[in-house]
């Protein structure tokens, strides 16, 4: 059985992995860290600016598998601080609508390239 994959422009891969895959109604969506696309590096700022910029990244991957925000079932947040949920959970937010998606925020050591915020998403296609 092929994968079904899709790759958008605006986001990055910095490895072997595709932005998402569609398994029945399900897609996954890898995980964005906070890289803008257009340089290739990490976006500057604080927490905010970064969990911005990782919305943005699967948005983006969102519109390249014809999906929308409310097509989101669940979120997975990692931080590398975890004094940085308050300023996250303000920008999540304003993402998403009531009811909002399932969610796991998980505290780590260490994020690729020094992000400060991954976030990774499953979202379910309408039939």
Same mark, same amino acid.
């Not at 590096?41 to 390249?64: I, P, R, S, W, Y």
């Not at 931080?79 to 937010?93: E, G, I, K, P, R």
């Given at each position: 059985?092929?994968?079904?994959?899709?790759?958008?422009? *605006?986001? #990055?891969? &910095?490895?072997?992995?595709? /932005?998402?895959?569609?398994? *029945? $109604?399900?897609?996954?969506?890898? *995980?964005?860290?906070?890289?803008?696309?257009?340089?290739? =590096?990490?976006?500057?700022?604080?927490? &905010?600016?970064?969990? $911005?910029?990782?919305?943005? !990244?699967?948005?983006?991957?969102?519109? @390249? @598998?014809?999906?929308?925000?409310?097509?989101?079932?669940?979120? !997975? &947040?990692?931080?590398?601080?975890? !004094?940085?949920?308050? @300023?996250? !959970?303000? &920008?999540?937010?304003? /993402?998403?609508?009531?009811?909002?998606?399932?969610?796991?925020?998980? *505290?780590?050591?260490?994020?690729?390239?020094?992000?400060?915020? $991954?976030?990774?998403? #499953?979202?379910?296609?309408? =039939?």
């Amino acid at each position: 059985m092929s994968r079904k994959a899709f790759s958008a422009e *605006g986001a #990055v891969s &910095v490895g072997p992995y595709s /932005h998402a895959v569609e398994s *029945g $109604e399900l897609i996954f969506l890898s *995980g964005q860290t906070p890289i803008e696309s257009q340089t290739g =590096k990490l976006v500057e700022g604080d927490v &905010v600016a970064q969990t $911005e910029q990782c919305f943005k !990244n699967l948005f983006n991957v969102l519109k @390249a @598998a014809s999906l929308i925000p409310d097509d989101v079932e669940k979120v !997975n &947040v990692f931080l590398t601080d975890m !004094n940085d949920f308050a @300023a996250m !959970n303000t &920008v999540y937010s304003k /993402h998403f609508s009531s009811p909002y998606p399932a969610r796991t925020t998980i *505290g780590v050591a260490a994020l690729p390239l020094g992000a400060r915020i $991954e976030i990774e998403m #499953v979202a379910r296609r309408s =039939k």
